[in-house]
């Protein structure tokens, strides 16, 4: 019951519980970009991959602008971007969780003229120039997620109504084709759309809601995407080594005792091996050798290597030469989330 108190006074006059996390997958293709060749031809797939995420995160963070600004003046609870741990991975973008009912919002972010097919369920685009593209409907994901997450409330003997609502971030996003069932909101409306749900029964006691608030942040799995070389089958060898100056943007800072200096802008920056071995495994891949720190920082001292490597903690594995060290990439997203590069 401590426990429970606790929580309960945590919460209290506290409705956003968490915010979307730090995207690996984008900070990965933000890494890899600048480290090829300026004619490497896979350099359009990836700023194409690049802008789809940077407008989804913008789509999500329009939604959670709206939700802070406007207060529903009954006990919820928001959460952004979670995905709770289940025998099937879901992942809701926006979750609203109330003492009465539970809803869920997939936001999408896409321009042009928009088509919602039924049979089969799929999302038509027509671009500016008459170009259209497919894309999964977001309906589909939305019904997913809400069997994915009743099932997950079962699970933990609670029994509440879902709803869902598919939220286009911007109205210059125009719909020719609306879906026959599923309700399509532009941000502006979520606050009237959920103070629009009958609260006529609580289904939760305060107790039992902030339980289950704590429950699903509790749960929540960061995505820890492949890395780049993995998804997109690129070769080590085509990507440029070397500690990235923050000052200039130049590769190739030259380790100094306790700092690192740039050669080109002189610029120092004693932390600057931090975002650099983060860069290798959003990049190469999840383990790195003593040999390949050295490769990719450009220093020759094997014991420096070892210094750099252990001053982040990392986690080490096997004897010797045999001695590979990984990153705890789910606490890189606490800590960015925070503010923090790495561990601190």
């Given at each position: 019951m401590?426990?429970?108190?606790?929580?309960?006074w945590?919460?209290?006059?506290?409705?956003?519980?968490?915010?979307?996390?730090?995207?690996?997958?984008?900070?990965?293709?933000?890494?890899?970009?600048?480290?090829?060749?300026?004619?490497?031809?896979?350099?359009?797939?990836?700023?194409?991959?690049?802008?789809?995420?940077?407008?989804?995160?913008?789509?999500?963070?329009?939604v959670?602008?709206?939700?802070?600004?406007?207060?529903?003046?009954?006990?919820?609870?928001?959460?952004?971007?979670?995905?709770?741990?289940?025998?099937?991975k879901?992942?809701?973008d926006?979750?609203?969780?109330?003492?009465?009912?539970?809803?869920?919002?997939?936001?999408?972010?896409?321009?042009g003229v928009?088509?919602?097919?039924e049979?089969?369920?799929?999302?038509?685009?027509?671009?500016?120039?008459?170009?259209?593209?497919?894309?999964?409907?977001?309906?589909?994901?939305?019904?997913?997620?809400?069997e994915?997450?009743?099932?997950?409330?079962?699970?933990?003997?609670?029994?509440?109504?879902?709803?869902?609502?598919?939220?286009?971030?911007?109205?210059?996003?125009?719909?020719?084709?609306?879906?026959?069932?599923?309700?399509?909101l532009?941000?502006?409306?979520?606050?009237?759309?959920?103070?629009?749900?009958?609260?006529?029964?609580?289904?939760?006691?305060?107790?039992?809601?902030?339980?289950?608030s704590?429950?699903?942040?509790n749960?929540h799995?960061?995505?820890?995407?492949?890395p780049i070389?993995?998804?997109?089958?690129?070769?080590?060898?085509?990507?440029?080594?070397?500690?990235?100056?923050?000052?200039?943007?130049c590769?190739?800072?030259?380790?100094?005792?306790?700092?690192?200096?740039?050669?080109y802008?002189?610029?120092?920056d004693?932390?600057?091996?931090?975002?650099?071995?983060?860069?290798?495994?959003?990049i190469f891949?999840?383990?790195?050798?003593?040999?390949?720190?050295?490769?990719?920082?450009?220093?020759?001292?094997?014991?420096t290597?070892?210094?750099?490597?252990?001053?982040?903690?990392?986690?080490?594995?096997?004897?010797?030469?045999y001695?590979?060290?990984?990153?705890?990439?789910?606490?890189?997203?606490?800590?960015?989330?925070?503010?923090?590069?790495?561990?601190?």
């Open positions: 401590q426990e429970e108190g606790y929580i309960l945590r919460w209290k006059n506290i409705n956003t519980l968490k915010n979307r996390d730090y995207s690996l997958k984008l900070a990965g293709l933000q890494a890899a970009g600048p480290r090829l060749s300026s004619g490497h031809p896979i350099l359009p797939v990836l700023a194409a991959k690049q802008a789809k995420i940077e407008a989804g995160i913008g789509g999500e963070e329009r959670a602008e709206v939700l802070r600004n406007k207060t529903l003046l009954f006990d919820n609870h928001i959460l952004h971007d979670v995905s709770p741990s289940s025998d099937e879901f992942q809701m926006t979750n609203v969780l109330t003492p009465w009912y539970v809803v869920i919002l997939e936001v999408k972010n896409i321009g928009l088509e919602f097919k049979n089969p369920h799929q999302l038509i685009r027509t671009r500016e120039d008459g170009h259209k593209d497919g894309f999964e409907s977001p309906i589909v994901q939305l019904e997913r997620n809400d994915c997450l009743e099932v997950w409330l079962q699970s933990r003997n609670i029994r509440i109504p879902i709803y869902g609502a598919v939220v286009l971030a911007y109205p210059k996003q125009i719909v020719a084709v609306p879906p026959l069932k599923t309700t399509l532009y941000p502006y409306l979520i606050p009237s759309f959920i103070k629009g749900i009958p609260r006529t029964e609580k289904k939760l006691d305060d107790e039992t809601f902030n339980w289950l704590a429950e699903l942040l749960s799995q960061s995505f820890i995407p492949n070389c993995e998804t997109y089958k690129i070769p080590f060898g085509d990507f440029q080594p070397g500690v990235q100056c923050k000052t200039c943007g590769f190739g800072m030259i380790k100094l005792p306790r700092t690192w200096q740039c050669q802008c002189k610029a120092t004693h932390l600057a091996h931090q975002q650099a071995l983060l860069e290798w495994f959003l891949k999840r383990t790195i050798t003593n040999r390949e720190c050295r490769w990719f920082l450009q220093v020759d001292d094997i014991h290597a070892k210094r750099i490597m252990q001053s982040l903690n990392l986690i080490e594995e096997g004897e010797y030469r001695r590979e060290y990984k990153m705890d990439l789910a606490k890189v997203i606490l800590n960015q989330n925070k503010g923090f590069i790495l561990n601190r």
